[in-house]
C-alpha cells in the first residue's frame, strides 16, 4: 500500500465504549497529525508527532489520546466522548513538522458518538 | 477568532466556464498560502501553492492570486469540468522566524459543484 491508510472508515460508539483509531503511513515521512473536521468548520489540528515526539498538543481535551509508536504509525485512542466529538478525524504526514512542507493526507475515520 | 475565512460555503458553475473560488485571511505573519481539494471519502489533496512574494501561481488550469494588502486570494479554474466538483479548502502558514513556520491553518471549505 502506498499514501495514508486509517482505519477503521467509519465508527459508531456510546460516550462510554473506548475505540481507537489507526493510521499509517507508508510515504517515509517523519511527521504525523490528527486533524478533526466538523460539519461547516475548518480543519482543526489536534496532535503533531515528529520523530515519534509529540510536538503539539492543540488544547484537546484529554479523552481525546494520542500514541505514536514509530513515524509511521499513528493512533487516536477515545474514551468517554460526547456526542459533539462526531466528526471526520483525518490523519496526515510530512517529511518534517515545519510547516513547510505539504500535507498528505488519509481519507479520514467518520466518527459517530450516540 | 477564525484567520483564514471562506465565505461561500459553495459555488456552482457551468461546464467550460471559470470557477473563483475567494479565500481571506487576518493574521498578516502569513506567508504562504496552500489550496487543497477533497472528494468524498476521501482526504485532501494538494492542489496549487503561492507564497507572499509572488502575486500570481499558474498550473495548468488552476491559477492562483494573491493580494496581500487586501489579505486575498483566489483560485481560478478554467474551463472547469465537472470533475473538478469538490470541496476545496484554503490553508495559510505563519513564518515564525527564520527557517521555523508555524502550522497550516485551514479555511472551511467551498463546495464547488460543475455542471456538464
Same mark, same amino acid.
Given at each position: 500500500e502506498t499514501g495514508v491508510t486509517q482505519t477503521p472508515r467509519h465508527l459508531v460508539m456510546g460516550m462510554t465504549n473506548k475505540k481507537s483509531l489507526k493510521c499509517e503511513q507508508h510515504l517515509g515521512h517523519n511527521a504525523m497529525y490528527w486533524y478533526k473536521q466538523s460539519a461547516k468548520k475548518p480543519l482543526e489540528l489536534m496532535f503533531v508527532y515528529n520523530f515519534k515526539e509529540q510536538?503539539? &498538543? &492543540?488544547?484537546?481535551?484529554?479523552r481525546f489520546s494520542p500514541e505514536c509508536p514509530n513515524s509511521s504509525h499513528l493512533f487516536l485512542h477515545l474514551h468517554t466522548?460526547?456526542?459533539?466529538?462526531s466528526a471526520l478525524y483525518l490523519c496526515a504526514s510530512s517529511r518534517?513538522?515545519?510547516?513547510?512542507n505539504v500535507l498528505t493526507f488519509g481519507a479520514g475515520s467518520r466518527l459517530t458518538v450516540l | 477568532d477564525q484567520q483564514v475565512k471562506q465565505n461561500s460555503p459553495s459555488l456552482s458553475v457551468q461546464e467550460g466556464r471559470i470557477s473563483i473560488l475567494n479565500c481571506d485571511y487576518? *493574521? $498578516?505573519?502569513?506567508?504562504y498560502f496552500l489550496w487543497y481539494k477533497k472528494y468524498p471519502a476521501e482526504g485532501p489533496t494538494f492542489l496549487i501553492s503561492i507564497s507572499s512574494i509572488k502575486d500570481k501561481n499558474e498550473d495548468g488550469r488552476f491559477t492562483v492570486f494573491l493580494n496581500k494588502s487586501a489579505k486575498h486570494l483566489s483560485l481560478h479554474i478554467v474551463?472547469?469540468?465537472? @470533475?473538478? $466538483?469538490a470541496v476545496y479548502f484554503c490553508a495559510a502558514r505563519a *513564518?515564525? @522566524? @527564520?527557517t521555523s513556520y508555524g502550522k497550516l491553518t485551514f479555511g472551511q471549505g467551498t463546495i464547488l459543484t460543475v455542471h456538464p
Open positions: 510536538t503539539e &498538543n &492543540n488544547s484537546v481535551p484529554s466522548l460526547q456526542p459533539e466529538d518534517g513538522d515545519s510547516g513547510a | 487576518t *493574521n $498578516s505573519m502569513f506567508d474551463p472547469s469540468q465537472p @470533475g473538478d $466538483s *513564518n515564525a @522566524g @527564520g
